[in-house]
C-alpha cells in the first residue's frame, strides 16, 4: 500500500490526459498522488483507490482525535458529564 505520509506528487500537464492508457498506467505506478496541472497550476489531483482510502482514514482519524481532545478539554473544566453518571441519570429518567 502507497503511504500517503512519504510521497510527494507527480505533477503531468493536463494535455498528457489525451493518452488515458498512459495515464491510467502513470496513476497505478505512483507512490502518492499525481497533480494535473494547466498553464504550470494545480488543476485537479488524482489518486489511486488505496491512496484515496488511506487519506479518508487519515482524515477520519483526525476528527476522531479532535473530538477526544475537546471532550477530555471539557471534562477538565468540569463542562463534561462522566459516561456512566450520563448512562444512569437516562436509566432513571426513563425508568429502566
Known amino acids: 500500500m502507497p503511504s500517503a505520509t ?3 506528487p507527480t505533477a503531468v500537464p ?3 490526459l489525451k493518452d488515458t492508457a ?3 498506467q502513470t496513476v497505478r505506478e ?3 498522488p ?3 496541472t494547466r498553464n504550470g497550476y494545480d ?3 488524482v489518486l489511486t483507490p488505496d491512496l484515496f482510502h488511506e487519506y479518508e482514514l487519515m482524515r477520519r482519524r483526525q476528527e476522531l482525535y479532535a473530538e477526544v481532545d475537546a471532550a477530555e478539554a471539557r471534562l477538565a473544566t468540569g463542562q463534561g458529564v462522566n459516561a456512566r ?3 444512569e441519570q437516562i ?4 425508568g429502566l
Open 6 to 8: 512519504t510521497s510527494k
Open 14 to 16: 493536463v494535455r498528457d
Open 22 to 24: 498512459r495515464f491510467c
Open 30 to 32: 505512483s507512490n502518492g
Open 34 to 36: 499525481i497533480v494535473v
Open 43 to 45: 488543476e485537479f489531483f
Open 85 to 87: 453518571d450520563a448512562l
Open 91 to 94: 436509566r432513571q429518567r426513563h
